[in-house]
């Protein structure tokens, strides 16, 4: 077992439990008979500045007609979704004033001295993650004071590729138990800076745990803020790996990069006349070497922003500049 600095742990839980909230929410759902109830649901959420802005999963809050936030200490304020991101399984609410209140200039002044009361995570860095390093997860599933749930353990893997049908997304993956309830609240390293954000959208995932890496939030959480969701550069085409066993089942004229399966009518690849049967070996004049290279510096562009893709079509080689498109 890995010694753990008894109190190197016991600060971090400290430092980041008045950053934890706990997220109730009601759905309407409609049975086979078409009748219509309501269903409760649970998570967590971390407060991310002193405006009442509140990080959490996007399956939380999915479909919520109303949406209730519990602080550390007990306060309960109602909530609304000011931003969801599907693809990253990550959404934003604002705490709104408590509704039961008075609508006096005092009690509105009193509501805002509350929010702006809401101690705000300390946001870390998923680029320097090791694996084996301590972290712990943190939730407040119940809304009760007292302090959160807590659970510990290491990070068991890096860059994990977990497919989803709204695409892939790189995770974290933990040993430390993360339940439902648990789910839209922080991973954090020792120092309690929140490293990631727990997520317990997979069903499969027995006796493992996957967060969404803090670094991935960062780029998104000014968009989701602003616009209510996030803008991404698209290209519009299915991609496998080129090995040397399909270069020669197909006859290919390379064993290395990109092939082109599938080019999506009236994309940026389809406009600028990438067929299926193309191999993509650069992009930017940089060698394509794995798959995911193609997909992740794409994602690190700026929509209408261009990009050179080197193709090799049955042997002869050329250059195609590509204009990227709003992810539709």
């Given at each position: 077992m890995i010694p753990i600095n008894e109190e190197l742990l016991v600060n971090a839980i400290e430092k980041v439990s008045k950053n934890v909230v706990n997220i109730a929410s009601v759905r309407?759902?409609?049975?086979?008979?078409?009748?219509?109830?309501?269903?409760?649901?649970?998570?967590?959420g971390i407060a991310i500045d002193n405006q009442g802005h509140i990080l959490t999963n996007y399956h939380v809050v999915d479909h919520a007609r109303r949406l209730k936030v519990t602080l550390y200490d007990g306060r309960a304020f109602n909530a609304k979704v000011i931003g969801?991101?599907?693809?990253?399984?990550?959404?934003?609410?604002k705490i709104?004033?408590?509704?039961?209140?008075?609508?006096?200039?005092?009690?509105?002044?009193?509501?805002?001295?509350?929010?702006?009361?809401?101690?705000?995570?300390e946001l870390g860095d998923s680029d320097n993650l090791?694996?084996?390093?301590?972290?712990?997860?943190?939730?407040?599933?119940?809304?009760?004071?007292?302090?959160?749930?807590?659970?510990?353990?290491?990070?068991s893997s890096l860059n994990r590729n977990i497919e989803?049908?709204?695409?892939?997304?790189?995770?974290?993956?933990?040993?430390?138990?993360?339940?439902?309830?648990?789910?839209?609240?922080?991973l954090?390293?020792?120092?309690?800076?929140?490293?990631?954000?727990?997520?317990?959208?997979?069903?499969?995932?027995?006796?493992?745990?996957?967060?969404?890496?803090?670094?991935?939030?960062?780029?998104i959480?000014?968009?989701?803020?602003?616009?209510?969701?996030?803008?991404?550069?698209?290209?519009?085409?299915?991609?496998?790996?080129?090995?040397?066993?399909?270069?020669r089942y197909y006859r290919l004229p390379t064993n290395e990069g990109?092939?082109?399966?599938?080019?999506?009518?009236?994309?940026?690849?389809?406009?600028s006349g990438i067929r299926p049967g193309d191999i993509i070996e650069e992009i930017d004049e940089k060698r394509i070497e794995e798959i995911t290279e193609l997909s992740s510096r794409i994602k690190h562009k700026n929509v209408n922003e261009q990009t050179l893709l080197s193709v090799n079509r049955y042997g002869r080689r050329f250059t195609i500049s590509v204009t990227l498109e709003n992810q539709p």
């Open positions: 309407m759902v409609t049975d086979e008979l078409l009748r219509i109830f309501p269903i409760e649901g649970v998570g967590s969801t991101d599907k693809l990253t399984d990550l959404a934003v609410l709104e004033h408590d509704s039961n209140n008075s609508s006096s200039n005092t009690s509105n002044n009193s509501d805002n001295k509350a929010i702006d009361s809401i101690p705000s995570a090791k694996v084996g390093q301590i972290v712990i997860a943190v939730g407040n599933p119940f809304g009760l004071t007292g302090g959160p749930t807590v659970t510990t353990g290491i990070i989803f049908e709204d695409g892939v997304l790189e995770l974290v993956q933990t040993d430390a138990a993360i339940n439902p309830g648990n789910s839209g609240g922080p954090v390293n020792i120092n309690g800076e929140v490293i990631a954000i727990n997520t317990a959208k997979i069903p499969y995932a027995h006796g493992i745990g996957f967060a969404v890496p803090v670094n991935t939030a960062k780029t959480l000014q968009q989701l803020i602003e616009n209510g969701k996030v803008n991404r550069p698209w290209l519009g085409i299915t991609t496998i790996k080129i090995n040397s066993r399909i270069a990109a092939l082109v399966v599938k080019v999506e009518e009236y994309s940026p690849a389809s406009d």
